[in-house]
């Protein structure tokens, strides 16, 4: 490697100058701030279109003008427009489904590299760095591969059947998007039965993964289709019970209705049900196949699981959902769990959807953490937690939310005495249930570690590798 | 039920369910059928929301296409030496005939009976827009002692299968 | 030209629906097979239930016309049941006889 390129070298010669651009960079963005909250105090923006914070309300005038609702006159453009309702449903539908695939699109492309990096820096390794700056375009390189390689097809695989996967994969990963609320007004399909869609479309990549693994003629593929499917349908209950459990509490099935409430009621469901959100949050790792329950495609077992088969863009396909779903649980998690778009008032300052966007990376992350850090679970224990530990505390969790909300009904003190109580209660549940429940089941944790924890301070490890670097 | 969007969309669910149910008997493979089946589950859940059924869609999806026909995958997989080509019994004809004649004569009685339906503007009126919360009142409410009954049936079928398929080694 | 959709298409449908569920349990070999034709009936009854539920004008303006609606969920309870039962028994009697075409359990035809 010659000295130009070294990395280290590299980064010594480049960070004044990414200093003084970061400093730039913060500058303008402080001066963009003040302006915008100099706008938002004087009431200017208010109730208008180009109110930022609320892209909703473009959309509604934009479907007003189509509808030919605005103009006083009849003129001949009116005419059209009022003839044509269809128009505006097809036109606000289409804007919808563009910005929706536009953010996908746009954060697998980002996220693929954030991961990659975030991993490697987990794992006191460098990640990709040699496509584009700080290896930014590593993605695009990637997807350029993947299109150029040929597609296999094994002997005595069902060709149909073999095909049709990657797509199937693919249609329930974008149409988790649509009830997901990114602001007041911005929800795609604000229908009232919203959660119960949530379960049907998780429930429809069952399937679509058994066909790949029984389509490739692969005893790899099988079995990992076969452990994915028995994994998925034992962890849609527990799924299914917090999801019941947020339901029971807000009343409502409508997920910017569940979000709401968290705004009017300035709490987090996932302060109040800090059992119910781990038990989403572990549920939705085994549901998308990501460490610790990355059994489908555990490469150290059964070489890559369903998907062993699948090269080129087929294989791209499925890495793309896997890494969308990811995406699109921890928007989940965010509305559900930690408030959506509300934030206590702040997103009357801020436009809501980048609080939102805000609230997803930060679940992101913790999904990107567990990756790099925890090792796989085996299946059997894997099956074990979610039918002996998941499904009994859900179900009692559940049990006590259902007495809680009908308190909450009833209730004619202050919101907040009510929202400490249960704060109390559940938090007080959540302990002691865990650790009763594993004791009756026979675990007891270690008191003393039998090993130090050699990894972070010995011959690993970010302190050791800092040490190396700076001796 | 006089929108374009509704008749486009029932004619094209009607032929959609209709048609792969269709290849649920034509299907040369069992696994095919299965596939087939779903399809035709998915198309139903579309008839139903055009009935503004949505929560019966949903849990149509999430039963039929998401467990249903998990449940069938597992049979097929369970039963490795049994044929999976799909074949027709000794019975196919008079099946075939009976079927047939099933459905000619469900297809007469719908079109032949006066039925005293809604149609035209007090249809419209009638559009169901929260059927989650009213289907959950009347199941606590009016249906109770059903509800009760479903679930422990749910309960001993539960139980009776685990019962049936368990092996003699792990009891 | 009255194009609009009523009762009775949606009953059509039901009944082909029904006439194919019919054919395919009486006609198939495999149990599974039977199974998924069952499964299909059970579909068109639904379709049927929620039609009438939707059109009908027999409802007195004060009474709960979501029965049907419900009478639906009932019937998704008892396929679900059902699937499962008619499922582990077919796992069962293939676990005796190696088999589960229809033709060839033969053991209490006399």
Not at chain 1, 323 to 340: C, D, H, I, K, Q
Not at chain 1, 367 to 386: K, Y
Not at chain 1, 431 to 436: E, H, K, L, N, P
């Amino acid at each position: 490697m010659s000295a130009a390129l070294d990395p280290i070298r590299l980064r010594a010669k480049l960070a004044p100058r990414a200093l003084a651009g970061g400093a730039l960079a913060l500058v303008v963005f402080a001066a963009l701030n003040v302006a915008i909250a100099a706008l938002v105090v004087s009431g200017a923006l208010d109730d208008q279109w180009y109110d930022f914070r609320d892209l909703g309300l473009g959309v509604q005038q934009l479907r007003e003008w189509l509808d030919g609702r605005t103009a006083d006159q009849p003129g001949w453009l009116t005419d059209v427009l009022r003839s044509t309702t269809w128009l505006s449903y097809i036109v606000t539908a289409l804007l919808g489904a563009t910005g929706i695939l536009s953010f996908v699109g746009g954060v697998l492309l980002v996220l693929i590299w954030v991961e990659r990096r975030l991993i490697g820096r987990i794992q006191v390794r460098r990640g990709p760095n040699r496509v584009g700056p700080f290896g930014l375009l590593q993605p695009i390189a990637d997807a350029i591969k993947l299109i150029q390689k040929e597609t296999l097809i094994p002997v005595g695989a069902d060709r149909f059947m073999f095909f049709l996967p990657p797509v199937l994969v693919f249609i329930p990963g974008l149409l988790v998007w649509a009830p997901i609320p990114w602001a007041p007004h911005m929800t795609y399909l604000d229908t009232n039965v919203g959660v119960l869609y949530l379960v049907a479309i998780g429930s429809l990549a069952t399937l679509a993964i058994f066909m790949a693994g029984w389509s490739s003629n692969n005893h790899y593929a099988l079995l990992g289709a076969m452990r994915t499917v028995a994994m998925m349908i034992s962890y849609e209950i527990p799924l299914a019970l917090s999801l019941l459990t947020v339901v029971v509490l807000t009343g409502t099935a409508q997920l910017s209705a569940i979000v709401e409430w968290q705004s009017v009621h300035n709490v987090w469901i996932g302060m109040l049900l800090p059992l119910t959100l781990f038990t989403f949050f572990f549920s939705s790792t085994a549901e998308l196949n990501r460490t610790p329950n990355d059994i489908a495609e555990a490469e150290s077992e059964i070489v890559a699981g369903f998907h062993t088969e699948y090269s080129g863009m087929k294989f791209g396909l499925f890495y793309a959902v896997e890494l969308g779903n990811a995406v699109a649980v921890s928007a989940l998690v965010a509305a559900l769990f930690l408030g959506g778009w509300s934030l206590f008032g702040l997103q009357e300052w801020v436009p809501p959807y980048l609080v939102f966007a805000a609230k997803v990376g930060a679940v992101y992350f913790v999904l990107v953490w567990l990756r790099g850090t925890l090792p796989r679970f085996r299946l059997d224990q894997l099956m074990a937690f979610a039918w002996k530990y998941l499904i009994p505390l859900a179900l009692v969790q559940l049990a006590l939310v259902a007495v809680e909300a009908a308190l909450l009904r009833r209730w004619e003190g202050e919101g907040v005495v009510a929202f400490g109580g249960f704060i109390l209660v559940n938090g007080l549940f959540t302990v002691v249930a865990v650790r009763g429940w594993a004791r009756f089941l026979g675990y007891a944790p270690e008191r003393e570690p039998l090993l130090r924890p050699m990894l972070t301070t010995g011959v690993g490890g970010i302190e050791a590798a800092d040490r190396m670097r700076t001796r | 039920m006089e929108s374009t969007g509704v008749i486009i969309g029932f004619w094209a669910l009607a032929g959609l369910t209709v048609g792969s149910a269709a290849l649920v008997f034509v299907a040369r493979n069992l696994l095919h059928a299965v596939l087939a089946l779903v399809l035709s589950f998915m198309g139903m859940a579309g008839l139903f929301l055009t009935l503004s059924a949505d929560f019966i869609a949903m849990a149509q999806i999430l039963i039929y296409a998401g467990a249903i026909s998990v449940l069938l995958v597992f049979a097929v997989m369970l039963t490795p030496l049994a044929s999976r080509d799909n074949g027709n019994s000794l019975f196919a004809l008079p099946g075939l005939a009976i079927g047939g004649a099933f459905a000619l004569l469900l297809m007469f009685i719908a079109v032949d009976v006066d039925w005293p339906e809604l149609r035209g503007a007090a249809l419209a009126e009638r559009a169901f827009d929260d059927t989650i919360a009213a289907i959950g009142r009347s199941l606590i409410d009016r249906y109770a002692f059903a509800f009760q009954l479903a679930s422990a049936l749910l309960l001993v079928a539960l139980i009776g299968a685990i019962a049936l398929v368990r092996e003699d080694s792990e009891r | 030209m009255s194009l609009s959709v009523t009762l009775a298409h949606y009953l059509a449908i039901s009944g082909i629906v029904f006439g194919i569920g019919i054919a395919v349990a009486l006609a198939k070999r495999n149990a599974i097979a039977v199974l998924m034709g069952v499964e299909l009936m059970l579909n068109a009854a639904n379709l049927a239930l929620l039609a009438f539920s939707r059109f009908g004008s027999a409802f007195a303006p004060g009474d709960a016309p979501l029965a049907g609606h419900v009478f639906v969920v009932f019937v998704l309870t008892v396929a679900a049941a059902e699937a499962a039962v008619a499922l582990a028994m077919a796992v069962l009697v293939y676990r005796h006889r190696e088999t589960i075409e229809l033709d060839r359990i033969t053991l209490m035809r006399w």
